[in-house]
């Protein structure tokens, strides 16, 4: 070991956003890191950092920002030196780092499927013509709309509290969660129904947790190496490579999943207009290894099917 271990004295310092998911994630990297170095809890310590992603809960995404809404405020701390480290939910990372910074950890994988969440249906076939459902996800509207165009879509954002109290208003009838949050937060008793990724493609990176370092902090990739997880950061490669060629953002409705199966690897991939009249898939297969060329051909494919102007 060439780098000095932190000591409640001199913690190690995690940010992360403030929602009760993030901390969640955060506390799930420091037990972690805890137990990798055989370290008390109290030689890491949790930052939480406003972000302007939380603080606008009224308008779209794309309204105000995109992805990097999430991360922005985070970032500028690990580079000013504020944190050691940034926990991150991958589906919320734009595909390109700020110069300077590093995202190359990842920790095991969750479930990747969305779920279902109303009060009174147990999946979309159950919902009523013309039933109002609630999402903030474009990539949701848009696979909702091209399954059922007879729906009414509106705006739904807020932690799951938030969620379910507008449910129970009657502001709509049904919306979705990612059933990694669900199971992170240790809330089975929330009414839902997980959603297959034959039925429901998910966000690129869904379920999956991604720890930012500064680039040149030797102590910081030491320490994060000790809790990659291999596997995940295969499956990722794949994903993010197909998302990055498609120029991915919280504009763009793209789905894309990749699973393992020992050296192999299945990689799904979709694009959608925002209005759910189009959809172009994609479903390959090949080694591990090729994974990010793979992603890169995919792209490729759907964007030649579709046409320069989809988007």
């Known amino acids: 070991m060439t ?29 972690r890191l805890a137990k990798a170095f055989d370290l008390p809890f109290e030689a890491f310590t949790i930052v939480v950092i406003k972000v302007t992603g939380d603080q606008v809960l009224d308008r779209p995404l794309k309204e105000i920002g995109g992805k990097g809404l999430f991360t922005r405020e985070i970032e500028e701390a690990l580079l000013d030196g504020t944190i050691d480290i940034a926990v991150h939910s991958m589906k919320d990372m734009p595909v390109e780092q700020p110069g300077g910074l590093l995202l190359d950890t990842y920790l095991p994988r969750e479930d990747v499927r969305d779920a279902f969440v109303s009060l009174s249906a147990k999946g979309l076939g159950d919902l009523a013509q013309g039933a109002t459902v609630g999402t903030s996800s474009l990539r949701r509207r848009s696979q909702l709309l091209a399954r ?65 370092r500064r680039e040149g902090d030797s102590r910081a990739a030491e320490m994060l190496a000790a809790i990659h997880d291999g596997p995940t950061g295969q499956r990722l490669a794949a994903e993010r490579a197909f998302l990055a060629a498609l120029d991915g953002s919280c504009e763009t409705p793209i789905g894309g999943l990749a699973d393992l199966d020992g050296n192999n690897m299945r990689l799904r991939g979709e694009i959608l207009r925002t209005d759910g009249t189009e959809v172009y898939a994609d479903d390959v297969s090949g080694a591990i290894e090729d994974g990010p060329e793979m992603g890169r051909a995919m792209a490729a494919r759907l964007l030649a099917q579709a046409g320069p102007d989809f988007f």
């Open 3 to 31: 780098f000095t271990l932190p000591t409640p004295a001199q913690a190690f310092k995690i940010g992360t956003r403030g929602s009760p998911l993030a901390l969640a994630q955060a506390n799930e990297t420091r037990e």
């Open 148 to 212: 059922r165009p007879d729906l009414n879509i509106v705006e739904f954002r807020g932690n799951v509290q938030t969620r379910l109290k507008k449910l129970a208003d009657g502001v709509a009838e049904a919306t979705f969660l990612a059933k990694a949050g669900l199971n992170r937060l240790d809330m089975p008793d929330v009414p839902h129904t997980a959603i297959s990724p034959d039925d429901m493609l998910p966000a690129v990176a869904q379920g999956a947790i991604g720890i930012e």
